[in-house]
């Protein structure tokens, strides 16, 4: 079956059916707040970290599946519709669902009324656009309720859906004009709250789930909606949402467009409030009155679009095979934008909860887009070598909120370390940027800890060489590249985490040759970066202690004859990014 | 508004409409399966612990609310309807839910076909019966199609809606005839599995959620319901559930009868497999037998009345007031077993996730069911101990299937400690059983750590001694029984709890006058106790540290004095219980 194609030009993917086999996903946002956005309008919003900083509900694995997102209802007599479908899941006329770069449109068009939904984060704005254009097709005036509606999330994701002693009694919301504030928290101990608005006058809105969906009612059948009005709910406690009801009249031939903002804002701790009892809203008012009119919110756009362009453009190829062409000059650097966006952290699939951003993940994500945006890419090497451990270990994962170590997934994944060796090889080599080898870099997050980032890779290359087993080969600790091989840390009893689970014996046995490959080629590759920086003395000892591990290794027959192959091919491997005199 | 009456007679409440402002719900076993219901058949089943042993899945504070449970489907032709009006929500003819003791029966009607649904757990047996009564009242015979329904969790309640990485690629089952074993990982760590079966062939089964419901379906439109056939799918990953479609024919007049069950069985490890490949489902095929006929089922239902006999009839009273009368001898009694049973650890707003069963929330509510079942809070009382800390402190939470003390809560709420006493007092006080006293009880749960029970109370009372502050009032700690004062580990920063938060300074200023009165009042129980075995001198050393808090408090004028007033206040208490030589 086909459910959608390319088009190259626009560089688009366009779903052509609501119905997917599962929900077909964008991820929206560049640089602080993303969106999770499926074909019909599901998923939701955060700010750096899908746990700390949960913006909207979205409910994993649910019945039916994929629901809770930027919701739009349209109402005209007793005809209640949705132009991306859900939540209503009436049936449209036409629809369509344009996957963008950062951007995602759905197109749909019910009795003669059409709608388009363009869904966006600027550049350097904490917002995500909804711009909504309707137009009459027929010949008679139309007179329309708009419903919006978002359900927020109360900031950490984990606690949102475990905590209820807590959280049911902790929401609130500030009212005005057309403008709903998502202020839960924000007394206490918060300085940052989310806003959602429209640039028109409302005739109604409501700030609480109960009052706006009634009892026992699902998103599909809002009472607010059904009744044509809202009541202007102030939520207290519960569940807060926000949700305007507009009125528009449509002439034959006639469109009209609205600009919705989700806003997510932070206040320094000493001007939290304008006066008492009443928080500053500067940062949201000017972006509301920014944003007010669809020629500044087109402008976004199109900045958006040259964003890419720069990203795109220094890297293509022309060749006759479409699909390749498509795949390298559009689709394949977008995904590698993406997981250095969110890592992988978040997800249709993963929940943003379980896991923040992994040491050796977000290493190998940066040989993807190095050449993308080197300077991100300087920054996130500097962050991820900050949560590096003075033996030359690492945290397995870090959040990238905080950006320290998570110690809930624990360390000892040994080939950890050899991937930041990995990692600052393909920058340096990219950008020629030799001075981040100088730059100091706090151990574990602390300051006094600090060294420079070339003492965080001769670490990292000790870390395996003080751990050797008995074939002296590198110990493997709770798992190499292969995550699943936990000779260590296998746990018999339902409910342990091989993250985290206590090792068996003292973990002195279990080798990876995996990672004594990773070992000789991370090798090479520092090696090289230390003659290009005229340390030939210290060239030698790392090449010297490769040699050694092929010479040690306490194999024999076959065995080692298919080991030093192996391990040679994998010192072979980066001499192709070397030139003549074997520099970077 | 009025939803429903209390029918003292059959000791049950009867909730008139399906829709109750919010699920009302009742708690069903007694010993280590329950279940919560709703009183339209949401909810769902956990056998000990509701995060680690989950037996079917529900979704808190879901949109609609209170979807996922024991669900029922009846089709005639094109109409369907839910005898429980959830999930498929078709207006009933009639409809009354019964919440007895430990049973739930909801009685619905529509068209003239009227259903019976009965759900309980019987004493002794890790099944959730589900008798299913349909009776034709009607003068034409009537063909139905009878689908059930529920959805299994994959045991641990936390992984299952956070660590979809896995979590959606482990499911199994097997089937055999009319039941479906839920068998996810038992080939793997553990050994336990579920099953759901009824006492007559089917036409068909279902165990894979998307097979039975249908893409974008919610639990009200399932595709196998609406098409009159499940698709006998066997799930493989993704969500395991079980359904079965039954064919039914009653003659006017005529009655029929199904007896369902959800059951959770474990096998000893060596026992693990009938043969390679085969689970071990002796201990299934027994309870399926023994539960096949209507009768073995009434026998149960009747066991169970029995048993609330037993545990009620002892402690009635007589009086004008039925209100008052009705809570004495049914309800509060019930609802202290309830507490006894789930602690505090799962409910329709704790989602058995966050805390598992707490140190001080146990020794309460053991006062307030020791009268009932004597044995079990000796049991009781013994599982706290042992997760007592060697200073006399305690883990502020234990997880029920481990018994071990919660390390992710924190220890240090100090008032902990002095619960102990008061609960090992109120069960001396009902039992005579002065040998508790010298039951050997580890201290966290290490076995080489154990000392008599008397020595854990010494340790407690020492605990607050050994913890007092620049008035030489006992330190709060991180709570005394206001959890709500955090003076020592308030936070500012989102996202810290004070359960786990590091301390702010030394901890060695902020005092409790609540502690101190609880010190005096278990002092007392203490000292009393101490007479009662012959330990005088022991006894006369509580006393005195007891008037030595009062002597030593360094406090002056106004403040003193109403401090000895509230102090002394505390010291009385207990003596109405006491016999005329100060003895239990």
Redesign the interface.
């Known amino acids: 079956m086909k459910y959608g194609h390319f088009d190259d030009k626009q560089r688009e993917y366009i779903i052509e059916t609501p119905?997917t086999?599962l929900p077909w996903i964008n991820y929206l946002g560049t640089e602080k707040m993303f969106g999770l956005i499926s074909n019909t309008a599901g998923g939701y919003n955060f700010y750096r970290d899908a746990r700390?900083r949960r913006i909207t509900r979205y409910?994993?694995?649910?019945?039916?599946?994929?629901?809770?997102g930027r919701y739009f209802y349209l109402k005209e007599n007793d005809k209640i519709w949705s132009p991306s479908w859900?939540p209503v899941?009436t049936e449209l006329d036409s629809y369509k669902c344009r996957h963008g770069l950062g951007y995602t449109i759905i197109e749909s068009e019910k009795d003669k009324i059409s709608a388009n939904l363009l869904f966006f984060i600027p550049i350097d704005e904490n917002i995500e656009i909804r711009k909504v254009s309707l137009t009459n097709n027929s010949k008679e005036t139309r007179s329309l309720k708009l419903f919006s509606f978002v359900?927020f999330c109360l900031?950490?994701a984990?606690?949102d859906?475990?905590?209820?002693?807590r959280n049911?009694n902790c929401a609130e919301a500030e009212v005005v004009g057309s403008t709903i504030y998502h202020t839960t928290?924000y007394r206490e101990?918060?300085n940052h709250y989310a806003y959602y608005t429209v640039n028109t006058p409302c005739s109604s809105i409501d700030t609480d789930?109960d009052a706006f969906?009634g009892?026992?009612?699902?998103?599909d059948t809002p009472d607010a909606v059904i009744n044509g009005e809202c009541s202007n709910s102030m939520v207290s406690g519960w569940?807060p949402i926000a949700s305007h009801c507009i009125n528009i009249e449509l002439a034959p031939g006639e469109s009209k467009e609205l600009v919705f903002l989700l806003g997510y804002v932070e206040n320094p701790k000493e001007k939290k409030f304008a006066k008492s009892g009443v928080i500053n809203k500067k940062t949201a008012e000017r972006q509301i009155a920014q944003y007010a009119n669809t020629e500044s919110v087109n402008k976004a756009l199109n900045e958006l679009k040259t964003y890419w362009d720069k990203i795109l453009l220094p890297f293509q190829i022309e060749c006759e095979d479409a699909k390749l062409a498509r795949m390298v000059n559009i689709w394949n650097p977008y995904q590698c934008m993406v997981t250095f966006n969110l890592s992988r952290s978040a997800s249709y699939?993963?929940?943003g909860?379980?896991r923040g951003m992994g040491f050796r993940d977000s290493n190998q994500d940066l040989l993807g887009f190095v050449h993308q945006i080197p300077e991100r890419a300087r920054e996130r090497i500097l962050d991820i070598a900050a949560t590096q451990l003075r033996d030359g270990g690492a945290y397995h994962q870090y959040q990238p909120l905080t950006k320290r170590g998570n110690p809930d997934a624990g360390d000892n994944f040994n080939d950890d370390p050899q991937w930041l060796i990995l990692a600052v090889g393909a920058y340096i080599r990219e950008t020629g940027d030799l001075a981040i080898l100088n730059e100091k870099v706090p151990y574990e997050n602390i300051e006094e800890f600090s060294e420079s980032l070339l003492d965080h890779l001769f670490r990292a290359h000790n870390f395996t060489l003080n751990n050797l087993g008995p074939h002296n080969l590198p110990l493997i600790g709770r798992a190499d590249w292969n995550d699943c091989l936990n000779l260590n840390c296998f746990?018999?009893?339902?409910?342990e985490s091989f993250q985290t689970t206590a090792n068996k014996g003292d973990g002195k046995t279990a080798e990876s040759l995996m990672i004594a490959g990773l070992f000789m080629y991370a090798a090479k590759e520092f090696e090289a970066m230390l003659k290009t920086i005229d340390k030939p003395k210290d060239a030698e000892k790392i090449n010297n202690a490769a040699e050694e591990m092929r010479k040690n290794v306490n194999l024999h027959g076959k065995d080692k004859e298919w080991f030093i192959r192996a391990y040679d091919a994998f010192g072979k491997k980066i001499s192709s990014s070397e030139n003549d005199e074997g520099k970077i």
């Open positions: 119905k086999p700390l409910r994993y694995n649910n019945v039916p599946r994929d629901l809770g859900q899941k359900e900031w950490d984990l606690d859906f475990t905590d209820f002693q049911l928290e101990r918060r789930r969906l009892n026992y009612n699902g998103f569940s699939f993963e929940s909860i379980g746990s018999e009893e339902p409910g």
